[in-house]
């Protein structure tokens, strides 16, 4: 049975630094500026033999009706309601605030178990503080300091007796991890949502889950932490993780900025395939190019989305004359699917779905050794290597090596004499011959062992 604990308090108490420590890896990021979570995050956390789900949430705070202030304090009563028991957080350092007081009350409303939480209780000022938390009436405090791992066996008596039956924790699948197409055709799909500040991804990601889940805001920036949700869609399901919009290095200036953006590359190595999000009013922008070649390099699937398509005016042929800038603008991903959608309306959102459900099977592929073979053969006999200083290359045998990308090794003769422009035209016929539209593929050379090499030569 699963058990889900809030982590709530005001902001900067250092509730992000416990949830990171709780889950064993820095998921949610953490800097001495408040209100650096917006939006709830969630994650498996392990503390000796307990396992369970934990939320991190934005400092309770007060705002005018619809800022994004109270829009992040919704967040954190959505987070309440979904939680089994709550982990309120104080600064030991600080001592009690009338803030602490007042939502104090407000956890002591949501008739859960409370697990109040004296954060920052090294040295003496934090134990006079976590001394004034009894004034609170939520019970004896827990005296920890979560950026030094002090006091964890405490809070682990703590939560002991709220926990219903020990649960096991899934293990994550490995990124380069080999499955056969039929596993992998069963397992949720990781699916990253990148692109430019302001592209729309957080309200893509509202409109699949049906509710507003991560804040939106026309100000550039409104997400930082990298946040993963679970959907299922026509029977498939997904984890997809919502991204810090992406901007060029010379314009990241914010210590937090640098923090998210480190963040967002995280969650496109840990995905399966990446949906990079472009705005349909300024498309193919020279970041949109920088940020399809990061993910051709981490070799994940690629598909394009061109949102906010319902502010575009329409004309005949513009789906084909996308289809045009794509494969010029991103050679290195030639025949990636690109997709029109509005994630506002909800234009376009199932052929989305679908296209990365395609691009996943693509980038899972294996290819048949006797067609791969024929393939090759007639790739050589087309357009054979080029000599280089007079000297003829010789091309052996191609094999697949690994899928999640394809990958092949390519025996062959004088290995470092091979052009790239070669490499570039085996991969394009690779890619035509077996449908390979969009994901990266790898070739690496290899050269073939001299089998007369151990062999010395005779004297005459």
């Known amino acids: 049975m699963s058990f889900t604990i809030a982590i709530i308090g005001r902001p900067n108490v250092g509730k992000s630094t416990l949830f990171n420590r709780l889950v064993g890896q820095k998921l949610a990021l953490v800097d001495d500026e408040p209100g650096v979570t917006r939006d709830r995050r969630e994650g498996q956390a392990r503390l000796g033999d307990l396992d369970f789900t934990i939320i991190d949430t934005a400092g309770l705070d007060e705002g005018a009706k619809g800022s994004l202030t109270a829009r992040m304090q919704e967040q954190t009563e959505t987070a309440i309601e979904l939680a089994d028991a709550l982990m309120f957080v104080i600064d030991a350092r600080v001592g009690l605030t009338p803030t602490d007081r007042a939502f104090a009350d407000f956890a002591r409303r949501a008739n859960k178990p409370v697990v109040l939480v004296a954060n920052k209780a090294e040295g003496k000022h934090g134990e006079i503080g976590a001394m004034e938390s009894y004034a609170l009436g939520l019970g004896d405090p827990v005296q920890i300091s979560a950026e030094h791992g002090e006091g964890m066996g405490e809070l682990y008596d703590a939560l002991s007796p709220l926990m219903p039956e020990l649960a096991e924790a899934d293990d994550e699948i490995e990124d380069d991890e080999d499955v056969s197409e039929e596993e992998a055709a069963q397992r949720p799909i990781r699916v990253a949502i990148v692109g430019r500040p302001n592209a729309g991804k957080s309200t893509l990601i509202n409109h699949l889950l049906g509710e507003e889940r991560l804040l939106t805001s026309p100000e550039a920036g409104t997400t930082r932490d990298s946040i993963s949700v679970e959907i299922t869609w026509q029977g498939r399901e997904f984890r997809i993780f919502d991204t810090a919009g992406l901007r060029r290095r010379s314009r990241i200036e914010e210590k937090l900025e640098k923090l998210s953006v480190a963040d967002a590359l995280r969650a496109v190595r840990f995905a399966e395939v990446v949906v990079m999000m472009m705005d349909a009013q300024n498309k193919f922008e020279e970041q949109d190019l920088r940020i399809a070649d990061l993910i051709e390099r ?161 004297p005459s």
């Open 298 to 458: 981490e070799g994940r699937a690629i598909v394009l989305a061109v949102n906010k398509w319902d502010l575009v005016e329409r004309k005949p042929n513009q789906i084909s004359a996308l289809r045009t800038d794509a494969d010029h603008w991103l050679p290195q991903v030639k025949g990636a699917p690109i997709i029109a959608v509005s994630g506002l309306m909800g234009e376009g959102i199932d052929r989305l779905m679908t296209a990365i459900q395609d691009a996943y099977a693509v980038w899972n592929r294996r290819l048949p050794t006797s067609a791969l073979n024929r393939w090759f053969e007639q790739a050589i006999q087309a357009s054979p290597p080029p000599a280089v200083s007079g000297r003829r290359l010789k091309l052996n045998y191609i094999t697949q090596v690994k899928a999640r990308p394809p990958s092949f090794v390519l025996f062959c003769s004088r290995a470092d004499a091979i052009p790239k422009s070669y490499l570039r035209y085996l991969t394009n016929s690779l890619r035509e011959t077996f449908d390979l539209p969009g994901t990266p593929v790898r070739i690496t050379l290899r050269e073939k062992a001299n089998p007369f090499a151990h062999k010395r030569k005779r």
